[in-house]
């Protein structure tokens, strides 16, 4: 059978799915029921669909399975559930059904292996309804994932990726605490991640998988209760389209760096911020010139930095200084490593970080004419940083609790209302704040 039509169009009630008991979801079931799914679409009406189990296994990018493999993996898609609600005039009714019913297989001597399967009658109405709640997700990103993390995220993101209308911000995934997002993700109830690793394991492996493979741009969101994370959800944007995809094209050609992509322009004349009444003040421009490298020396992907350019096109100066502001963040060994530098830019954008720490920014944007040599560099960076570790040290040292309140209050009374909430929040040790109160101390208070 010839895939005529690469994209599924999945229930919504089938996206984020949750495994019964110990049942484990693996990333052969998410491919294969999308692909029972797609081949049922493209069959239109019927009691019972058929299929060439080479032809499935190819279709789901599953080449290497054997036929007793098939069997557990169409056994496991039947015995999922779902909660389906329907509305009946003034009755509202609840189902739970199996995402398919009837799995089997036909052999004959000499005539390939054919599947067969049967979908309920909620889900078939469904796929075949054009008026359905229903999710367009393209076969062929969702096969080029390897994990079954990066597969049910890449479902999930694909339901939100154009819940933004146009406006550029990325569509919002839904807000829920970790323990909706751990079986969702992991395939199994009886995933019981620590945060962090949970994090580094699932959740930065699967966006970074989906960033580097699909058509799909996903940042973690995170949302804290003090210092701890207690809430997540997901921003998704979907990359610029440069031209269709081929039949036969090579696997990653969505994946081909942003500059190669576009279409050649001009070469900006120097690597400097536009002047007013030049040719880089049109917000086209901007995406060729020194913002968007330095946007994307950041390891900032260069579809996010063209977005990140394109929305700051009019207020330069305000992008470069917050540029700044990160490059010497992400210097300071005072602070976390940045997990998310991307996330922590836009951030920092949209609130105005740099305003709130200008000694910090007006460092990192030291003119070129007085940039040290490697070595010298080095070994000034490495005194800053121990000075400012010093002065940190005496600060919290201090015995006088009423004298180290004053300089608290003192230097909150100068401060934005930015840097005020993340105090409210999480104190002196707020990362943000503590770097500002550090520069306020050497600067104001001779520390």
């Not at 690469?6 to 693996?26: A, C, D, M, W, Y």
């Not at 620590?194 to 699909?214: G, Q, S």
């Not at 701890?228 to 959800?233: A, D, F, G, R, Y």
């Not at 900006?268 to 020194?290: M, Y």
């Given at each position: 059978?010839?895939?005529?039509?690469?994209?599924?169009?999945?229930?919504?009630?089938?996206?984020?799915?949750?495994?019964?008991?110990?049942?484990?979801?693996?990333?052969?079931?998410?491919?294969?029921?999308?692909?029972?799914?797609?081949?049922?679409?493209?069959?239109?009406?019927?009691?019972?669909?058929?299929?060439?189990?080479?032809?499935?296994?190819?279709?789901?990018?599953?080449?290497?399975?054997?036929?007793?493999?098939?069997?557990?993996?169409?056994?496991?898609?039947?015995?999922?559930?779902?909660?389906?609600?329907?509305?009946?005039?003034?009755?509202?009714?609840?189902?739970?059904?199996?995402?398919?019913?009837?799995?089997?297989?036909?052999?004959?001597?000499?005539?390939?292996?054919?599947?067969?399967?049967?979908?309920?009658?909620?889900?078939?109405?469904?796929?075949?309804?054009?008026?359905?709640f229903f999710t367009k997700i393209s076969l062929q990103m969702m096969t080029r994932l390897r994990s079954g993390a990066s597969i049910a995220l890449y479902e999930i993101c694909c339901q939100y990726a154009s819940n933004d209308h146009g406006k550029g911000e990325g569509g919002l995934t839904g807000r829920a605490q970790i323990a909706h997002w751990m079986p969702r993700l992991t395939g199994?109830?009886?995933?019981?991640?620590?945060?962090?690793?949970?994090?580094?394991?699932?959740?930065?492996?699967?966006?970074?998988?989906?960033?580097?493979?699909?058509?799909?741009?996903?940042?973690?969101?995170?949302?804290?209760?003090?210092?701890?994370?207690?809430?997540?959800?997901?921003?998704?944007?979907?990359?610029?389209?440069?031209?269709?995809?081929?039949?036969?094209?090579?696997?990653?050609?969505?994946?081909?760096?942003?500059?190669?992509?576009?279409?050649?322009?001009?070469?900006?004349?120097?690597?400097?911020?536009?002047?007013?009444?030049?040719?880089?003040?049109?917000?086209?421009?901007?995406?060729?010139?020194?913002?968007?490298?330095?946007?994307?020396?950041?390891?900032?992907?260069?579809?996010?930095?063209?977005r990140i350019c394109r929305k700051y096109a009019d207020r330069q100066p305000y992008l470069l200084r917050h540029v700044d502001y990160v490059e010497a963040r992400i210097r300071s060994t005072a602070s976390a490593p940045l997990q998310n530098r991307a996330a922590f830019l836009q951030n920092a954008l949209e609130h105005g970080y740099a305003d709130d720490a200008p000694q910090l920014a007006n460092v990192a944007a030291a003119p070129p004419a007085m940039a040290l040599s490697s070595v010298e560099s080095v070994e000034a960076q490495q005194q800053e940083l121990l000075r400012r570790a010093s002065v940190w040290v005496r600060f919290q040292g201090m015995q006088n609790d009423a004298a180290k309140t004053a300089l608290i209050d003192a230097f909150l009374a100068q401060s934005g209302s930015t840097l005020k909430t993340f105090y409210r929040k999480n104190g002196v040790n707020n990362m943000i704040v503590k770097a500002s109160l550090t520069d306020w101390l050497i600067r104001e208070k001779g520390f």
């Open positions: 059978m010839e895939l005529v039509q690469p994209l599924i169009n999945r229930p919504n009630e089938t996206i984020g799915i949750v495994p019964s008991g110990k049942q484990r979801i693996t990333h052969l079931v998410r491919r294969l029921y999308s692909v029972l799914l797609l081949f049922s679409q493209q069959q239109g009406e019927k009691e019972e669909y058929s299929a060439v189990l080479s032809e499935l296994l190819a279709a789901a990018n599953s080449q290497g399975s054997n036929r007793t493999q098939v069997k557990a993996i169409l056994r496991d898609i039947r015995a999922i559930g779902v909660d389906w609600n329907v509305r009946d005039g003034e009755r509202e009714i609840w189902k739970n059904v199996g995402l398919i019913e009837e799995p089997g297989l036909i052999d004959g001597k000499g005539t390939p292996t054919i599947v067969t399967w049967k979908l309920p009658a909620v889900i078939r109405a469904r796929l075949l309804d054009p008026r359905g199994s109830r009886e995933a019981d991640y620590e945060y962090k690793f949970f994090k580094r394991d699932v959740l930065l492996t699967a966006v970074k998988e989906i960033n580097e493979i699909t058509d799909l741009d996903v940042e973690l969101v995170e949302h804290k209760n003090g210092r701890k994370v207690v809430e997540l959800q997901f921003r998704v944007f979907r990359k610029p389209k440069v031209g269709a995809v081929a039949s036969g094209a090579r696997p990653n050609a969505l994946a081909t760096p942003l500059a190669e992509a576009l279409p050649p322009r001009p070469a900006p004349q120097a690597d400097l911020p536009a002047t007013p009444g030049s040719a880089a003040e049109d917000p086209l421009s901007t995406v060729d010139g020194a913002a968007v490298r330095r946007v994307s020396a950041l390891g900032v992907s260069p579809a996010v930095a063209e």
